[in-house]
């Protein structure tokens, strides 16, 4: 008997974390106009990027991965909760469920590991400017995105490894889509160790990354302090649309995790409201923060509109 047999006792899921949601087709407009600009937003930054080989550059390079990486993210979530909310669409078959929940947990990984590489990028940028070009070629830049996108895979293949190994005896799903503890909740016997495992690995994926973030920019800081101001201007210019960013990532997350921590008990709509806000609020903001905050995407865009403008 296969593993996939061995531990599966259903064969699909009911989604039940908007079963409280007092308005299910207006949360369901919301996200399925939210996920719409998202994927036209970023599917434009992408299509910028290989059609205009002066953007062939280390910077759009990790522009591009992230807007690869909010669609994935957005993508593997959004059309169920949309399904759920404006269809009726409330079950899911296992397979479909965990493959959903592999690619949700990737992104979100890679999330982290894209803002991470992007900060350091601006830190080599504010401090060794005239050094940029020879630290960060292009083929260096796609061989680390490669490299993390293997990292991304390996941390998260615990978790399809473990959920198939254990028995599934509830076929709800407490949570408004696949994700690794919605799915572990379904299976029977004592689940602390393995919430153990996966809170420590979380733990150090988004506070190391965050770690990483938070001291590139206390050295980029300590150079702005010694640059003229018209340099200070040009580096704020520079770090701002990153810094915006990881504050739209991180906000929602450390919001959920402080307030867990300090006692306060949230309800089920406030945990999937910070948990899809973390998920469409971010992927939302970076391709339209790197748009109007970099010259070289941004007079593209003008150029394109100019053109189509004039044709008609």
Known sequence: MSLLN????ITQFSIGGFDTVT???LVGVVILITYFVIIVANMMNILLFFCDKKLHKPMYLLICNLAVVDIVYTTSVSPTMIGVLLAGAKTISFVPCIIQMMVHHVGAVMETFALAVMAFDRLIAVSCPFQYQSYLTNTRIVILTCFLWLVALVCVSVMPVT???LTHCRPR???VFCDYAGVLRTTCGDLNHHFNVITVLSFFLLFFTFTLICL???VIVFYVKLSSNVDKKK???TCLSHLIVVVCYYCPLFIRIVLTRMGVVLTAEERHGLQIGAILGSS???PFVYCLNTKEIKC???KVFNIVASSQ
Do not use: D, E, H
């Open 216 to 218: 590139s920019y206390f």
């Open 163 to 165: 959920v198939l190994s």
């Open 173 to 175: 799903l407490i949570y």
């Open 235 to 237: 580096m704020g210019s």
């Open 300 to 302: 593209k865009i003008f």
């Open 284 to 286: 939302l903001v970076n």
């Open 23 to 25: 308005k299910p087709v």
């Open 6 to 9: 061995a531990s599966v006792t």
